[in-house]
């Protein structure tokens, strides 16, 4: 845990309302059926020693990202900046942008992925399909590709809806999944249980200083093939 907020990358932003951090992978951000350490006590933990809070430490959660996804994570240090995040949230006021590496190059360079995908609770999965059907849930990102790789391809992903497992399950249905991610047909794991899925920026108007926010988080460091992306 110390070691995490040491990393110099780790904190991106942080004011009286919000903080914003480059989350590692394989770090859950809230409680799993692990028992994890989560992002959430992390924070948590780091705000209670910074300013020597006494008691329970307030955090809000107003959005996620999967388990083995790395980047950006917004936590809200009040009721007032939770409850305006989320409603920035619903309206779609809060631009994401991902990055992705995949083995198999996508037909298209650049283009816009229109799928219907339904959550399966039980598999912790989504299924995407190209017609709509009932019970699924009309799902669009945006993506172009940003570099080739010696093997690879980087794609950069903005995210239009937001569903669960949303670039896993679509990228997966063009025939690419996201290198490492074996729950949605890529061969083989990262040997550090990771996906090279990277929450790499955020943009929006902050909740209460009404001022530009827009980040960018450095990927994983400890990653050779994140290395040849920036």
Partial sequence: MKNIINDKNFILYEDNHIIIVNKPSK???QGDKTGDTTLLDIVKNYIKITYKKPGNVYLGLPHRIDRPTSGIVILSKTSKSLSRINKMFREKKIKKTYWGIVKNKIQSESNMLIDFLKKNKKLNKSFAIKKEKAGFLESKLKYHMIKKLDYYYLYEIELITGRHHQIRAQF???????KGDVKYGFPRTNKDGSIHLHAREIDFIHPIKQIS???KAPP?????????CI
């Fill in 172 to 178: 997966a249905n063009t025939g690419s999944p996201i």
């Fill in 213 to 215: 926010i827009n980040i």
């Fill in 27 to 29: 770090i859950p951000v």
């Fill in 220 to 228: 994983p460091h400890t990653d050779s093939l994140w290395k040849h």
